[in-house]
Each structure stands twice: as C-alpha cells, then as structure tokens.
C-alpha cells in the first residue's frame, strides 16, 4: 500500500519537474530567468536544494495563468522596473550581476530605497514582499501547484513525504489514539 | 416559484444550524435546511496547505467562492474597499455542510459561570457594551452535556479545577499529551498552574460509529480522513436527514426573511443552485449564518414593521461584532520537541482566564496547533531576516524546536465594531453584500499583554533557549470565532433577541449562532454554540403547537 501511494505520488508530481523552460504559459523566457536568480536569492541551494531545484518558477508561470491571473500586470511591470533599475544602479541585468550584488539590491528593494524613478506605480517592497511570498508558498507548499519539486522543503524539514494518510501510524489491531508515532 | 410549506426553515448547516435542524426534525417537524455551500471531502485538498481553512492564498477550500461573494471592509481610516472571500479582512468562517465544524482545530470548551456574568463580575467598562448574559451558565449545563455526548468530546472530566460545575463525565478520554504538551505540563506544574489536556470534538476512541483519532499532523484546517473529527456534518446533519423530516439545500443562497405587516415571518426568499428565484414558506424561521452573514441578512430583510431590517427597530442588528484576540508567545528550544503526534494543540492551563488581579475576563492558554511548512516561514523572532541562507538555516534548525503558547483573549464587546449592509454593493446575485467596520475595544490590548506575558514565563519555565511575544488585541474583530451581532437580552432596546435566541416582536424568527452571544468567552467558541443549538430547537420543539409559532 505505502509503495503503491508513493507511486501515485511521483506520479502526481512528474510534470512539474519536467517542465522545460522554453514551454511557459505565462512568463517570457527572460522573466523566467529572472524569477529563478530572485527566488533563488530567497532561498539559495547549500547542502539542501535551493528555490532553482525546486522548480518554483513553475509555481510562478502556473499560478500567473490560474490562480494569480490578476497579479499578472503587476509581474510583467514589476520584473522589467527590477530590469531597470539593476541597470541603472549597477550597469547590468538583475541576473548578470554578482551574487552579492544581487543581494545587496534585493535588500535595498525590500526597504524600498532603490532609485524611484525606475519603478513607475510599481511600489518596490510591496513587489519585494509579494515575490517573496508567493517564492515562499512555491517551495514549501504541495507540489501540485508547481513548485516544492520530488518534496525538497519536505525533506529539508525532515518531516514525512509524501504525507501517507495515517499508513505511518495507524495500526488497525489497536484503536489506541495515544499511541506515539514510531 | 413557491416550494412546499413546511414547518421550519433553518438557514445555515454550521454548528448551531446543523443542532437546530436535527432537535427540530427529529421532533417531527418538516424542516428545510438551506446551506449557501456544498458537502465537502478530504480528498478535494487532502493536506495541501495552500489550500487549508488557516491558509488560503488562492481561495477557500471550504468556501465561499471569490466568484460570487463579496464584502466590504473599512480600514481604520475610514476607507473602504471590496474584499474577496479568501483575503483576510473578508472575516470568513466557512460555507459547506457542517460549516466551520469540518475543518476546525474541534476545542470543546464549555465558557465558565463568570462568562455569562461580565458586567456583574467587572462593572462597566468605558467605551464597551459589555454585559450579562439573560441566561446563566447553569441554565446552558444541560446543552453542553448534549453536545458532548450527541457531537462527541475526549476530555478529562476532572482536569481543569476552574471549569464551570458538570454533571456527567465526557464521553470519551482525553488525548496523551505529545511531548510539546507534556514539556509544557511540567513546566506549568513547577509554575504552580494547573494544566490539563484540552478538551477535543474529535474521537479518541471508537464512538459513534466512527474511529479514533490517529493524530496526523494536520488537522486544523483540514477536513478528517478518516472522520475522527466530530463535526455536525457527520453526527447530528445525518441524524435529521435519517429521521425522514428534513430536507437538505445545498448551494442556496438565502436573500431575505419575509416578515409580514402582523410582524411575523412567512419564509424566505431565495436563490437554488442555478440562480432560479424560489419563495419557501414556513411556520418558524431559523438564522444560523455565523455572526456577520446573520446580521448581513436580518438587516436585509425589510418589512412595513421593521423598515431598517428584520429585528432593527432599535439599531441594535450587527452591533458588538466580537471574536477572539488571540496572544501568546513562541520559544526556541535545544532539543527537539516536535514528535509528529498531531494535530499539535493538547495542552492548556485555565489559570489566566478570570479571578487575575486587575484583569477584565482572560483567555486559556494553550500549545498551538503544528505550524506547516509555509506558515513556519513567517513564525519569526523580532528582527530575523525573511530570506536568503538566514532564512533557510531557521528553517531547517528550528522547525522541530519552536513552542508556541497562546490563547484566546476574551474581547471586551463595543457598538462600533459592527456589521451594516453596503449602500452599492452587492453580490452575485444582486443580494447587498455586509460591511465590516470599527475597532476592537482598547483594553483588549492590554488583556493581550497580560496573557503574552504569562505564555512567555510558562515558555521561559520549560527551558526555551529563546522567546518572543505576539501580541494581538487591535484592528477589527470578526473571523472564524465571529459572534455578538444580535445578542440576546431580557430589554428590546438594547438586545436584538429574548433569551431563546427570538429576535424581539418576531414571535417565529429565531437566531441560532454564536451572533447571539453577549460576550464570547476566554475559550474557542463552538461548544456553546452547539448548546445554544440545542437549548433553542429544545424550546421551539416543545412549544411549538402547530401552525405559525406565536407566544401571543
């Protein structure tokens, strides 16, 4: 039965890892990289997996055409602002500088300390903190919405994935509620 | 179109409508009740977090829908704006056969003697509306008691010295702490408190036809696998359905109560699933909407006698909204606490909640709920940063080592924090929409503090390395624990219904929810709602003598 569920868990979960990057609904190939160079800025692979291994850009281009529709605009505008204002601050694409640049420009976006005039209406942190979010939802949430690929953040937590209804502690001999999980 | 006559509408499948429903069919009424949601399952969002009753960035799981419902909300500085059913200020419960009850964390608390009793137990507090209840404690006794045995509570009958006197035991024993709660027991104990396992509507053993509870990780938010969670979707719903009396609606949207020019209601009208108009009449009418949609449709329901709404003549409808300023604080620990034993909540100490120096009222503390992956992101002490490898590194060290102790501050009621109907509004389908405004009472805040502070000392006692306060008790009130909007009270001018929940010169309307609650408790708020259920269909079934119900 445990083996049978973790099929269908891979299963369930193979066309978000699998998704080649030329196939977007949304997102041009250019606000894709620059999505995965932010969101990996967010959550950077060390000896776990990183956002990029996460394959949140999935999250991303998938709830862009679903659930986030209406953040659509607010995404097209706000990555080419992020594009102009790395140009103007540092001479270069967000993804063409160094990592610690990267970071030290996310940091003053956060603040919203980066030059105004780059940024339209866009409003610099509250567009920070909603990247930032919805990064966070794509790498710890279900992998059905496209991100949190083969369980990554699941296992980085070690706590049990796929979670197999109760296959892990239920034992029908026993109706014992207080049974401690093995 | 016009359905059948039938005794009773009940309009609202949740906690109290659910209980209403089944006193009154099985009582041999013909009953519709009308639910605006579905019947809902497991397997629609299992355990996805994304789409959990605590988390919803995308939509409810357990609705309502973005697409049809709307409310307006006015910030604090007076402007308003539209908000969808999954965005915070929407206030939600839930819209789905057994409401809230599905998904909830299933406390069981029954509020202690004093809660009905506030304005004799504290005196007046400036600003509020605080008051008795017209009902005692003891008066409700017997109800909890139905609603223990009849929906099904685990608990320790004895465990909680401060608790309320109760006649019978519950029926099934109480959850073993895991080993958060058994840390905190201890530590409570060295602290001279009284700790003991928190009351659950959830099976601990077989009862009821259904199985025990085998204590996933998630629980709160989540509909049951297995049906362990006791719900009235699963106990006394079923029960009216078997009894052959009542019908089920789902998807219906009620729009208004008729009431006719001797003042008394005749049905109501509303919309089936297909958006066709439909008129049902009956002899009784029931409103268990939860405290903002009660409000939302007594105030939409305007006759020649109640011009502002159905109960208003004294501007009373949608006053004292109220829910709970939830506090405590969070400690990072050396060890490992977290076991997998869910759902996480088993432990509390009832030592804060009334009979503290220069404290109105007080709340239960108790360990909380497991925190899932993506919320834990924002369980944070003062000054972490949100990202980058800091992020990462909190993650991975803390997420089994964080307790967090917090309760339910008991909220000081005032007029102003109220629900009214939007002038433009409206829904999808033209129905005005409620709108939410006002403030919590500003003692709350300090009630917060208080009981953040105690959290932080039992935290500290049990060797947290590290602890943090979250302090709530400001903005408006409302949310899942939402109550107070059509209190009851022996005076028509400063109540909305008599103490068996009729609104006041409307013999056959009845208001069956937590909106009846004067002030709502230091405790999660369902039990009572249940008993309220069952004390109100209990009345209207044993005095009712056919035809339309009149005391006159």
Same mark, same amino acid.
């Given at each position: ?47 776990d ?50 990592w ?14 980066l ?62 509620p207080?049974q401690?999980?093995? | ?36 949601? $579905? ?29 049809r ?28 056969v ?25 005196g007046?507090?400036? %600003? ?7 009902i ?10 139905k ?22 035991? /519950? ?8 080993r958060d709660g058994?840390?905190? !027991? ?17 099976? @601990? ?20 696998? +297995? ?18 009396? #009542?019908e089920?609606?789902?998807? #219906?949207?009620?729009?208004e ?19 066709? %108009?439909?008129i ?6 029931v ?18 006698? &109640? ?23 969070? *400690? ?5 606490? /977290?076991?997998? +034993? ?6 509390? +100490? ?37 990202? *980058?490898?800091? !992020? ?5 060290k803390? /997420? ?8 339910? &501050? ?10 009214? +109907?939007?002038?433009?509004?409206? $829904? ?12 919590? !009472?500003?003692?709350?805040?300090? %009630? ?6 105690r ?39 400063? @109540? ?13 309307? &009845?208001?069956? $929810? ?6 709502? %408790? ?11 259920? &069952? ?18």
């Amino acid at each position: 039965m445990r083996q049978l569920c973790y099929t269908c868990g891979s299963i369930a979960i193979l066309p978000a890892c699998t998704a080649k990057y030329s196939t977007w609904r949304f997102l041009t190939d250019d606000e894709a990289k620059l999505l995965i160079a932010i969101s990996e800025q967010f959550i950077p692979a060390d000896k776990d997996p990183g956002a990029t291994d996460a394959k949140v850009v999935n999250f991303f281009d998938k709830q862009l055409v679903g659930y986030y529709k209406k953040h659509q605009e607010t995404y097209r505008k706000g990555l080419q602002s992020i594009d102009a204002s790395a140009i103007n601050t540092f001479h270069k694409r967000f993804i063409d500088l160094e990592w610690d640049q990267q970071t030290k420009f996310l940091e003053s976006m956060e603040v919203g300390k980066l030059p105004k005039e780059d940024w339209g209406e866009i409003n610099q942190s509250s567009l920070f903190r909603m990247l930032l979010d919805h990064t966070m939802q794509a790498f710890y949430g279900s992998p059905r919405h496209g991100g949190n690929c083969n369980y990554v953040s699941f296992k980085m937590l070690k706590i049990d994935y796929p979670h197999v209804i109760g296959q892990n502690r239920y034992n029908s001999n026993s109706m014992d509620p207080n049974q401690k999980a093995s | 179109m016009n359905d059948n006559h039938v005794n009773a509408i009940v309009i609202g499948a949740g906690a109290g409508g659910g209980v209403v429903a089944k006193e009154l069919a099985v009582a041999g009424l013909t009953v519709v009740l009308f639910e605006r949601g $579905d019947w809902v399952t497991y397997d629609a969002h299992n355990d996805d977090e994304l789409m959990s009753q605590r988390t919803h960035p995308f939509e409810n799981p357990f609705g309502p829908d973005n697409k049809r419902h709307r409310r307006v909300f006015v910030e604090s500085d007076g402007t308003p704006r539209i908000v969808l059913p999954h965005e915070y200020p929407f206030s939600n419960n839930a819209a789905c056969v057994g409401s809230g009850t599905v998904s909830y964390g299933a406390m069981a608390w029954r509020f202690m003697e004093k809660d009905f009793l506030m304005k004799s137990s504290y005196g007046h507090v400036e %600003g509020s509306t605080l008051e008795d209840w017209p009902i005692a404690y003891q008066d409700l006794e017997p109800y909890y008691e139905k609603a223990e045995w009849e929906i099904g509570v685990s608990g320790d009958h004895n465990g909680n010295p401060f608790q309320s006197p109760r006649r019978k035991p /519950y029926p099934m024993p109480a959850f073993a702490y895991n080993r958060d709660g058994q840390m905190l !027991h201890d530590a409570a104990e060295k602290l001279g408190l009284h700790p003991f396992p928190i009351p659950m509507l959830r099976n @601990s053993v077989r009862y009821n036809g259904r199985p025990a509870c085998y204590r996933m990780r998630t629980c709160v938010g989540f509909a049951c696998p +297995v049906n362990a969670k006791c719900g009235t979707h699963n106990t006394v719903i079923p029960v009216a359905l078997e009894s052959g009396n #009542c019908e089920l609606r789902t998807n #219906c949207q009620v729009a208004e109560v008729m009431v006719n020019d001797k003042g008394l209601a005749t049905g109501v009208k509303y919309f089936d699933e297909n958006d066709k %108009g439909h008129i049902q009449t009956a002899d009784i009418v029931v409103i268990s909407c939860a405290a903002v949609e009660t409000a939302r449709l007594l105030l939409n329901s305007k006759s020649k006698l &109640f011009p502002h709404g159905a109960g208003n003549n004294y501007d009373w409808v949608g006053r004292n909204l109220q829910g709970h300023a939830y506090t405590g604080a969070s *400690g990072i620990f050396e060890e490992e606490i /977290y076991d997998d +034993v869910g759902p996480g909540a088993c432990w509390a +100490v009832g030592d804060f909640n009334h009979d503290n120096e220069g404290i109105i009222g007080g709340g239960a503390l108790c360990n909380s709920f497991f925190t899932p992956p993506y919320a834990f992101t924002r369980l944070r002490p003062p000054g972490a940063k949100q990202w *980058g490898l800091e !992020h990462k590194e909190f993650q991975r060290k803390n /997420y089994k080592r964080i307790s967090s102790v917090r309760g339910p &501050f008991q909220e000081i009621p005032n007029f102003d924090a109220r629900v009214t +109907v939007d002038p433009e509004v409206k $829904d999808h389908w033209g129905i005005p929409v409620a709108r939410l405004s006002g403030q919590r !009472h500003a003692y709350d805040r300090i %009630g917060c503090q208080f009981m953040a502070d105690r959290a932080e000392e039992i935290l500290k006692e049990a060797g947290a390395a590290l602890t943090w306060q979250a302090v709530g008790g400001r903005g408006l009130s409302g949310d899942q624990h939402q109550s107070g909007t059509a209190r009851m009270g022996d005076d028509p001018q400063t @109540s909305v219904t008599d103490k068996y929940g009729r609104i006041h010169e409307i013999d056959n309307l &009845f208001v069956a $929810d937590g909106s009846l609650h004067v002030t709502n %408790g230091g405790f999660n708020p369902v039990l009572t709602i249940m008993a309220l259920g &069952f004390y109100i269909g209990e009345y209207i079934a044993t005095s009712w003598k056919g035809g339309t119900f009149t005391t006159r």
